[in-house]
Every structure is written in structure tokens, then in C-alpha cells.
């Protein structure tokens, strides 16, 4: 006899399939005690009986979870009326945070090696150390800076109001040294799964894209959060790989426009995100610190 094992908080793609094959073996039992006028069951039918109606009422009750989870439409729909007469303070928010990230990388750049314009050769070789201690002080800015858009972009969709003093300071406040081992730990398993091919590095991304939205959420360590994220994603993948590849031509049109349209596009598209996450987390069946 087969053997299903729910373990994650979203049901698998043959969740149908296994309800009918349960539906299916049940009558099909009583069916054969009634040729054989065996109107009283055995204990076994009786017990066999008993772990199929288990199993049908939970998938039910998962069917119901998954009828209520928000298409890509709905969520794209559902960013635009979030950020209506919000678009000024996210726009703000996210360009102090990219002139932030500008300043220190143009001054990492002072320190880097001059190279000849028609030659491409190096000229001034820079002060090498400078160079490499100013690039890994950008990447330590990025991830701060990361979490501190991810959480303004929270408190957008739960209708609260951003205070710039506070929120552009939260990546460095929440937890620094979790945030950083997180996502560098993200970051390198992202990378070692790209040497192997592009694809397994893009689902590996996707698998992880929760983790700075977790790192917020929970309490849990570094190491859990990415888990927690995978487990979040386990059959969720495509559908924000669609939900990301639905903004592209917005994107794209933003390249005309000098790209200050991506300002309007990226709330859009982090506020679309974010509600994604809130769904998956708020119908997770797995207790979550919160």
C-alpha cells in the first residue's frame, strides 16, 4: 500500500491525485464487503477505513488553505492599491538608501586601479587593499541595506506609516551579525550551485529569496532561517519566478525613461513580493516564531 507523507506547509501538485486514490481504495472496500454481504467490517477495513478519512479530511482542509493563497494578478493588483498616496514616501526611502550605497561605492572606487581608456591596460594599480576592504564594506552595506527595504516594505503592506530615522537604521540595528552569516550563507550556496549550471543557481535563489523576510519575522538562527525559507518555497518557486518575470517589461520601458520609472516598478514589484511572502508565511502550517 502507498504511503503519503505531508511534510511541508504547502500540499504537492498531486495533492488530487492522491485524494481520488484514497476516495478510490475506500469505496472500493465497502464495495467488495457488500458482495460478500459482510455488512459488519473487519477491524482492518474498520482501521484501513479510519486512515483514509484522516487522510482525505487533511488534504481538505489543505485544498481550502490553497484556494485562499493569491494569484500573481491579485498580487500585482493588490500592490498597486497598497501603495496608492504611498508611492512619494517608499520612492524616497529607497533613494536615500541607493545614494547611501552610490557614496561609499564611488569612494571604494578612488582606491581601485586606474586603467587606460583606449587601451584598457592598468596604469595606477590603486591602492589594493583600500580596494578590496571598501568592496567587502559594500557588501556588508548591501545586506543592511537589504533588510532595512524589506521591513519598510512590510510595515507598507500593514498600512503603517515609515519613519525614516528609524527604518533606514533597522538592517543595521536587527540583528547584524545573524543578517550578515545569513545572507552571505545565501549568497555562497547560490554561487556554488551557479558553477554547477545557471538553472540550479536561479532555483537555489528562488529556494532562498525568503530568508531576509524571515530574518525579520522569526527568531531563528541563521542557518534555520535559510531552511525555514527552502521549506516556504518547496513548489512555490515558479510562481514567483512568474510574479518576477511579469514586471520585466516595466522594467525594460524604465531603460527609456533614464530609469526613473524602476522607481515606481521596483515598489511595485518589492510591494507584490512582500505580500507573497506574507501569504505563504501567514498559511504556513509549521509553527513559526514570530
Not at 72 to 77: H, K
Not at 278 to 289: C, I, K, M, R
Amino acid at each position: 500500500m502507498r504511503v503519503y507523507q505531508f511534510r511541508h506547509s504547502r500540499v504537492p501538485y498531486y495533492y488530487t491525485k492522491t485524494t481520488s486514490y484514497l476516495q478510490h481504495e475506500t469505496h472500493a472496500t465497502i464495495t467488495e464487503n457488500k458482495q460478500l454481504n459482510k455488512f459488519t467490517l473487519s477491524r482492518q477495513n474498520e482501521h484501513f477505513l479510519l486512515k483514509c478519512q484522516v487522510k482525505i479530511d487533511k488534504i481538505k482542509s489543505i485544498e481550502r488553505k490553497i484556494k485562499n493563497i493569491m494569484t500573481n494578478s491579485e498580487l500585482r493588483a493588490s500592490a498597486k492599491e497598497i501603495l496608492t498616496g504611498k508611492y512619494k514616501s517608499i520612492i524616497i526611502f529607497s533613494f536615500i538608501l541607493s545614494v547611501l550605497t552610490a557614496i561609499v561605492n564611488q569612494i571604494g572606487a578612488t582606491f581601485g586601479p586606474v586603467r587606460d581608456l583606449e587601451t584598457w591596460q592598468i596604469v595606477d594599480p590603486g591602492n589594493p587593499v583600500m580596494y578590496q576592504i571598501f568592496n567587502l564594506l559594500t557588501g556588508v552595506l548591501a545586506m543592511f541595506i537589504a533588510v532595512s527595504l524589506t521591513n519598510a516594505f512590510i510595515k507598507i503592506i500593514k498600512g503603517e506609516v515609515l519613519v525614516y530615522e528609524k527604518d533606514l537604521l533597522f538592517g543595521f540595528a536587527h540583528e547584524p551579525i545573524r543578517t550578515v552569516i545569513a545572507l552571505f550563507l545565501t549568497s555562497l550556496f547560490t554561487f556554488l550551485w551557479s558553477l554547477l549550471f545557471i538553472i540550479p543557481g536561479i532555483m537555489k535563489g528562488y529556494s532562498y529569496s525568503m530568508t531576509t523576510y524571515l530574518l525579520i519575522k522569526t527568531d531563528l538562527d541563521a542557518s534555520d532561517t535559510i531552511s525555514r525559507s527552502k521549506v516556504l518555497m518547496q513548489g512555490n518557486r515558479a510562481r514567483l519566478f512568474f510574479l518576477d518575470l511579469s514586471y520585466l517589461p516595466e522594467y525594460i520601458l524604465g531603460i527609456f525613461t533614464l530609469f526613473i520609472l524602476w522607481f515606481w516598478t521596483s515598489a511595485r514589484h518589492q510591494t507584490a513580493r512582500t505580500l507573497f511572502f506574507n501569504d505563504l508565511f501567514e498559511g504556513s502550517a509549521d509553527p513559526v516564531v514570530q
